[in-house]
């Protein structure tokens, strides 16, 4: 496990919306990437990626996250994470 480069924002956003650090990590290793259009780039699960992530882990305890999303900046750090309420857009 590696440290997660935060700021200060996603940290407070991880603890308001309840999402835990194994949830970050997993989006950094299974989660499908597009852009945000503003420099970052938004991770999130779509099918291919629950499907790998499924392959892969034993237990069902990130089920209830899986609507979860992180914004990583250009430098690798993450600026924010919250839950998906609707589609994101890749054009």
């Not at 650090?21 to 779509?46: R, T």
């Amino acid at each position: 496990m590696t440290e997660l480069r935060l700021t200060d924002h996603a940290r407070a956003r991880m603890q308001q919306r309840a999402i835990p650090p194994v949830v970050i990590e997993a989006l950094l290793d299974f989660g499908q990437a597009a852009h945000d259009h503003h420099g970052g780039c938004i991770l999130y699960f779509d099918k291919a990626a629950r499907r790998r992530l499924e392959r892969e882990r034993l237990d069902r305890a990130l089920d209830r996250y899986l609507d979860a999303y992180a914004v990583v900046a250009e430098t690798g750090e993450i600026i924010t994470v919250g839950h998906r309420d609707r589609r994101i857009f890749r054009h």
